[in-house]
């Protein structure tokens, strides 16, 4: 059977303050009846004690030769005696009984308190200094069961009775008839309280969780701009947060993909259709055959150009199935910027770019997977030219701080706007929608670029103001000389001298 978070946490809430008050009212009850019953016991000993002492008293004085001669001859004596204590004393009841246990006197005590006039022997206390105390109904005696004291009377020696205080109602009982109540009242209203706070504080933490489910559900249609309503400051709050944070990426990357499908359908399209075109032409004789090298030529860049966007998607599966393996390395970084420049050649002509090449050293060796950082320099230096303005400056500049090596790629041309620098590093992303610039790209290479980066341990980055310049650093570990060493020089020959390894030579393909 289904059971909401919120009846299980009503259940679970309630349970605990019934055992809760269940156990204080045990406790406190527990601990008033123990103190009630050794407060009264003291008072019962102490009353006892002083009737006993003052009759002992009154006999001594006196000539009469029988407790039951004297409490018949002084029975208002008596009685008033008995009264004057028990004004004195907290609902303490008093009656006396001659050695054989037959009730002489008593006071406070109603007839009915009495289902005998007389009390047992064993219940009497038949010696001088003898005293009794407990819950008794002496033996029958006593209608119902009381706190009882009784001291032995006696004069000259001779027992000639014995004087019992006991509690005039039953105090205890009463007590803890009313400290029970008294709990439970207090406990039902606690619990209505408790019970109207904890729906309101469970309304608030559930609702913005149903919330969620209902966006979940939306989700799952494909629908992404559902949001969650943000309450407060609390966990709930940036729970409901971080799902409106996580909706955004989800709809970001809802739109990436359908682009990214875009630009993967041109551009297979594209030269599929044109591979298509040029082979039915060789192949029907509408091309001449003086034309068939140059149009087999365009058919050979359209298969490379598929060639590269396969690879693309490969390297990105690879890269985030965490299959793609890195081999450290020391290799000198201004050497591999240098042959990329000269790779660039022929375009940068065409744009008659004003190239700019800065180091801080003739050679800078870095610690890093060397192909890897080949594509990833490549590839930035690609779109550098790409996008620079015809007669722009181009400049590649690497420096070396704090035992970072950076390398800079600065163009001036269109730039990047503000809005799309957040997400230039994201998959599939193009900043620049309309192809009319990059009409090859599909928006993986940057993407590539940051996760190898990140592979690295290092950071990447882009600067840009959008008409006027962009440029993109990225950071490489400086390589120590014991690692360049152990790059660059094998292990010694049979002749007994080193065979220094040179760099290997970059390879723009």
Request: hydrophobic share 40%.
């Amino acid at each position: 059977m289904f059971k909401s978070i919120f009846t299980k946490f009503i259940t679970a809430f309630t349970l605990i303050i019934l055992i809760s008050f269940l156990m204080l009212a045990l406790i406190i009850s527990s601990m008033m009846v123990n103190y009630y019953t050794d407060t009264s016991a003291d008072q019962l000993r102490n009353a006892a004690d002083s009737a006993r002492a003052m009759l002992e008293r009154r006999l001594s004085d006196s000539e009469a030769d029988t407790l039951n001669s004297y409490v018949t001859a002084h029975s208002g004596e008596v009685e008033a005696f008995f009264s004057a204590f028990s004004r004195y004393t907290n609902e303490i009841a008093f009656f006396v009984t001659d050695a054989e246990g037959n009730i002489l006197a008593s006071v406070g005590l109603p007839d009915s308190a009495f289902q005998s006039d007389r009390v047992p022997k064993s219940s009497l206390s038949a010696e001088e200094g003898d005293s009794f105390y407990g819950s008794s109904d002496l033996g029958g005696a006593l209608s119902t069961r009381r706190n009882v004291c009784g001291t032995a009377l006696s004069v000259g020696g001779k027992v000639l009775g014995t004087v019992y205080a006991c509690t005039a109602s039953q105090s205890a009982d009463v007590l803890m008839r009313t400290t029970v109540k008294a709990i439970i009242m207090t406990c039902l209203w606690v619990l209505l309280a408790a019970l109207i706070a904890v729906y309101f504080l469970s309304d608030r933490i559930i609702s913005p969780l149903k919330d969620m489910s209902k966006a979940s559900k939306s989700f799952a249609a494909g629908k992404f701009d559902v949001r969650v309503p943000v309450r407060g400051r609390d966990e709930i709050a940036e729970l409901a947060l971080a799902f409106n944070n996580m909706a955004s990426s989800l709809n970001d990357l809802e739109t990436m993909r359908s682009s990214f499908l875009s630009n993967v359908s041109h551009d297979l399209r594209t030269p599929m259709t044109t591979i298509s075109g040029f082979i039915d032409g060789l192949l029907d004789g509408t091309i001449p055959e003086d034309r068939r090298d140059h149009y087999l030529r365009m058919i050979g860049e359209e298969v490379r150009r598929l060639s590269r966007l396969v690879a693309a998607l490969l390297d990105v599966s690879r890269l985030e199935a965490g299959e793609r393996k890195f081999t450290m390395g020391a290799f000198d970084v201004c050497e591999m910027a240098r042959v990329i420049l000269i790779s660039f050649e022929q375009k940068i002509e065409e744009k008659q770019l004003a190239v700019e090449f800065e180091n801080d050293s003739e050679n800078m060796y870095v610690w890093a997977d060397r192909d890897a950082i080949y594509q990833i320099l490549y590839n930035i230096c690609d779109n550098a030219v790409k996008f620079s303005r015809d007669g722009g400056k181009y400049r590649v500049k690497i420096s070396e701080r704090d035992r970072k090596v950076f390398v800079s790629v600065y163009n001036e041309g269109i730039g990047i706007p503000p809005e799309d620098l957040p997400h230039v590093f994201e998959r599939f992303y193009k900043s620049d929608k309309s192809r009319g610039l990059d009409k090859s790209g599909v928006g993986l290479g940057l993407y590539i670029a940051k996760s190898i980066i990140d592979a690295h341990d290092e950071e990447i980055w882009v600067k840009s103001n959008y008409g006027e310049f962009c440029e993109f650093i990225f950071t490489l570990k400086k390589a120590t000389d014991g690692q360049i060493k152990k790059t660059f020089v094998k292990q010694p020959t049979a002749g007994g001298h080193p065979e220094e390894e040179h760099a290997p030579t970059a390879n723009a393909s």
